[in-house]
C-alpha cells in the first residue's frame, strides 16, 4: 500500500476553518490519509495571544470561526513553508489577493507530484489577460491543480447542514482521492472536467451577488432580484464562452452546485450581498464597509469586479456585459447606484 498521503491546508479564514473540519475528519479516520493535518495560519495577535497557540490548544480558530471546533489533529503552523513542504495535497484556501504571496514563498519548496486543490474565489487580470487563480498555481509551483467551488456558506457547512459541492479535475483517480478527502454525507461532492469553467463559476458569481446586493439596499424585491440573478447567469455563461479557451463550456456544468446554486445562495445571504447592501443604505465606501463588517474576512465580489472589468476593457467587450460593467462602475467610479436599475432595464437580453 502507498504511504498515507500527507495534506496541507493553505489557508485558515471562515472558509479554510470549515474545510479544515472537513478534511481533519476525514484523515483521521482514512488510511489513504496521514491522520495530522497542518493548516498554515496567518498569525494574528489575539488579545495577547497567538491565533496558531490558541487552535493548538483550544482547537477552535476564534477570530474567522468561532463556536466550532476543530479536530484535534488539525495542527494550525505559522510558517508557511514548514507547513506546505511535504505535503502530498496541498488545499489552497487564502482570499485570492495573497495567493501571489503564497505562491512565491513556497515556489521549489513543495513537492513535485504534490496535487493541488483550489477553493479560491477570484481572477486575475493580469499583463498578459485573464488568468485563474489555478492557473497562477499551476504555473508557479508546477503542480497539477483541481478546483473545488459550489454553493458552500461557510458557517453552514461548520453546523454540518446539508450541501452539495463541485470539483472540476480533468484526471479521474486524482479527482476521487480528492473527493474521499472532502467529502462527507453533509457535504456531497459531484465531480466534473470542464474545471476552468467550474472555477469561473465561483469567482464570477461574487460579482452578481454585489448586485443582488444593490437591489435589495434599493429596496426592490424579490422578482428584481430573479431577474439579476438571470441576467448575471447569462454574463457569466457569455464570459465563460469567452474566456475558457482550453476545452468545451457546457451547460450542463453551469447546474451543478459551483453553478446556479452557489450563485443563488450568494445573492441571498453572502457576505459581498450584505456589504453591497449596506453599500446603498450607508454611503459608505466598499473599504470601509469590508472592515468594519467584516471582522478581518476578505470581500471579493468588487475586487473581481474589477479584475474582470480590466479584462473586458482590453478586449473592448464591455457592452456585451452590462451588469459586471456597471458593478464596477457604482462600486469604484462614483456611478449612482441607480444606474444598476437602468442597466437591468436596457439590458441586452431585452433588445
Ligand atoms: N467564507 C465562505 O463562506 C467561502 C465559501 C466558499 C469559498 N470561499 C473562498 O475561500 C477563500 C478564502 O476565504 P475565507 O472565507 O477562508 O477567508 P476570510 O475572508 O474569512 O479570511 C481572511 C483570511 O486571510 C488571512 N490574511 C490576512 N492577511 C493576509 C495576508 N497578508 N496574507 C495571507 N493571508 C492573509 C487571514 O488570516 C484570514 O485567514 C476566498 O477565495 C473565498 O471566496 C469562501
Known amino acids: 500500500m502507498n504511504a ?5 491546508v493553505v489557508g485558515s479564514g471562515n472558509w479554510g476553518s470549515a474545510v479544515a473540519k472537513i478534511i481533519g475528519d476525514n484523515a483521521a479516520h482514512n488510511p489513504k490519509f496521514d491522520s495530522t493535518v497542518k493548516m498554515w495560519v496567518y ?7 497567538k491565533l496558531t497557540e490558541i487552535i493548538n490548544t483550544e482547537h477552535e480558530n476564534v477570530k474567522y470561526l468561532p463556536g466550532h471546533k476543530l479536530p484535534t489533529n488539525v495542527l494550525a503552523v505559522p510558517d508557511l513553508v ?4 511535504e505535503a502530498d495535497v496541498l488545499v489552497f484556501v487564502v482570499p485570492h489577493q495573497f495567493i501571489g504571496n503564497v505562491c512565491d514563498t513556497i515556489e521549489g519548496k513543495v513537492k513535485k507530484d504534490a496535487l493541488g486543490l483550489s477553493l479560491i474565489k477570484g481572477v486575475d487580470a493580469g499583463s498578459d489577460g485573464l488568468r485563474l487563480i489555478s492557473d497562477i498555481i499551476r504555473e508557479k509551483l508546477g503542480i497539477d491543480v483541481a478546483v473545488l467551488m459550489g454553493a458552500n456558506i461557510a458557517n453552514e457547512v461548520a453546523d454540518g447542514k446539508f450541501c452539495e459541492s463541485t470539483i472540476g479535475c480533468k484526471n479521474k483517480e486524482r479527482a476521487l482521492l480528492l473527493k474521499e478527502l472532502m467529502e462527507n454525507p453533509n457535504f456531497r461532492i459531484t465531480v466534473v472536467e470542464e474545471s476552468d469553467v467550474v472555477e469561473m463559476c465561483g469567482a464570477l458569481k ?23 440573478i438571470r441576467l448575471g ?21 453551469f447546474l451543478e452546485s459551483c453553478g446556479v446554486a452557489d450563485l443563488i ?9 450584505r456589504v453591497a447592501k449596506a453599500f446603498v443604505t450607508t454611503g459608505k465606501s466598499i473599504e470601509e464597509l469590508e472592515k468594519e463588517m467584516l471582522n478581518g474576512q476578505k470581500l471579493q465580489g468588487p475586487a473581481t469586479a474589477a479584475e474582470v472589468y480590466y479584462v473586458l476593457q482590453r478586449k473592448e467587450l464591455l457592452n456585451k456585459f452590462p451588469l459586471f460593467t456597471t458593478i464596477y462602475q457604482i462600486c469604484y467610479q462614483g456611478h449612482p447606484v441607480r444606474e444598476f436599475i437602468s442597466c437591468l432595464q436596457n439590458h441586452p437580453e431585452h433588445k
Open 43 to 49: 498569525e494574528e495577535n489575539i488579545n495577547g495571544r
Open 82 to 85: 514548514e507547513a506546505a513542504g
Open 265 to 273: 445562495t450568494t445573492c441571498y445571504g453572502g457576505r459581498n450581498q
Open 206 to 228: 461574487n460579482v452578481v451577488a454585489v448586485g443582488a446586493g444593490f437591489c435589495d439596499g434599493l429596496g426592490y424585491g424579490d422578482n428584481t432580484k430573479a431577474a439579476v
Open 4 to 8: 498515507p498521503k500527507k495534506v496541507c
Open 233 to 253: 447567469l447569462m454574463e457569466m455563461v457569455a464570459f465563460a464562452c469567452t474566456f475558457c479557451t482550453s476545452g468545451p463550456v457546457s451547460s450542463a456544468t
